[in-house]
């Protein structure tokens, strides 16, 4: 149990506060992007290929299950989504793990006034594993720090906390990258620009972190002003030697970047408020373009897309949202197999 207050907690440097959520090598708690070092990274890129392998037969499939029958899992998810929701509620599937959920408050007793806090601590006890999505920012963090201090310590995984991070969207988004690049010399030194909505893309901001882990890599923000790339996240490139360049212009760079990584404008944050002129065309893929990118270039996109990547596109090679859709799983299987210490029996399975 850590010897310090939540508010003792929040005053620490993000670093310090990774610290609280790992033990002998394994995440307790992910919640922050930046707890994703490289070594970690690469084993769970591993683990997933394995998790993937063994999927393909029935016997094998059947031996995944068995690793966390005993084992259930809570997805709280109070803001909409489609694949982080299947994505993990089919990882823990792959391994055996049964599930619950609550996705509408509503129908559940803080509709009586329960505090989320109490919330939490009732799926704490009934679970091993808490998985979940909310609109404030900083909520997780609190919750993890909480848990650590009551009885079993459940690990939590944060699938998306507001407009601030979604740590498990940016692993699979790396771990596309890393596929993508498996025959040009991986991740590193490449040239990736991130299009769209930069400011309150929360995968966005979360794959920034973890491209830090990747020497050479260089960023292109190609964002409207009001929706550029926030300076927390352009402060700890600049910490980490993580060039970049921000653009209003997408297509004097379309030629020379390696992976494109498209958003969609996260106009729910806008509250009816803040309507701009910005001309959200100029930040958008057109058929077009596709003849201008490199052969290997890749184009990625968490979805859900609106009008910034049409159709006409998804049948490009190049083009890997669906591919994403899919890694999404088996790497979210890695990372539960990785918190609760069944990685090296699917290491160890002679079929992986
Ligand atoms: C993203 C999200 O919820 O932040 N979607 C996802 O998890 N795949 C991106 C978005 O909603 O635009």
């Known amino acids: 149990m850590p010897n310090l207050t939540l508010d003792e907690f929040l005053t620490l440097r993000i670093s310090q506060r990774c610290q ?9 708690a992910l919640v922050y992007a930046q707890q994703l070092d490289r070594p970690l990274l690469e084993s769970l890129f591993s683990l997933a290929n394995a998790i993937r392998k063994l999927s393909q037969s029935r016997d094998t499939r059947l031996f995944l299950r068995t690793l966390l029958s005993d084992r259930r899992a809570m997805l709280y998810f109070t803001q909409p989504s489609t694949r982080t929701f299947l994505s993990f509620s089919t990882a823990c599937q792959i391994l055996g793990m049964s599930t619950a959920d609550v996705r509408d408050p509503a129908t559940s007793s803080q509709i009586k006034g329960e505090t989320r806090q109490d919330a939490l601590r009732v799926f704490s006890i009934y679970h091993d594993l808490v998985i979940m999505r909310q609109s404030e920012a900083d909520f997780c963090e609190n919750i993890a720090f909480q848990m650590l201090s009551w009885p079993g310590h459940k690990p939590i995984i944060n699938a998306g906390s507001g407009a601030d991070q979604h740590p498990t969207q940016a692993l699979l988004d790396l771990y596309t990258l ?22 309150r893309g929360r995968t966005a901001r979360s794959l920034a972190y973890l491209l830090t882990n990747y020497p050479g890599v260089e960023l292109i923000f190609a964002a ?4 550029a790339m926030a300076d927390d996240i352009k402060a700890h490139l600049r910490e980490n030697s993580t060039p970049f360049t921000q653009t209003q212009d997408i297509s ?11 958003t969609r404008i996260q106009d729910e944050w806008d509250q009816g408020t803040t309507k701009t002129s910005i001309d959200y065309n100029r930040f958008g893929l057109q ?10 270039c890749c184009i990625l996109h968490p979805l859900p897309r609106r009008k910034e990547i049409p ?21 979210r299987a890695a990372l539960i197999a990785h918190m609760f210490a069944v990685d090296e029996q699917i290491l160890c399975s002679p079929d992986k």
């Open 311 to 331: 159709a006409a596109i998804d049948s490009d090679p190049r083009a890997v949202y669906f591919d994403q859709v899919e890694n999404g799983m088996w790497i």
């Open 20 to 28: 609280h959520f790992i033990h002998n090598n394994r995440l307790l």
């Open 224 to 227: 409207p002003d009001e929706l």
């Open 252 to 262: 004097t760079h379309l030629s020379d970047v390696d992976a494109i990584y498209m």
């Open 178 to 199: 890393h596929r993508c690049f498996a025959q040009t010399g991986g991740v590193d030194h490449k040239k990736i620009m991130l299009v769209g909505d930069l400011k």
């Open 287 to 296: 058929a077009q373009h596709l003849k201008t990118l490199k052969p290997s």
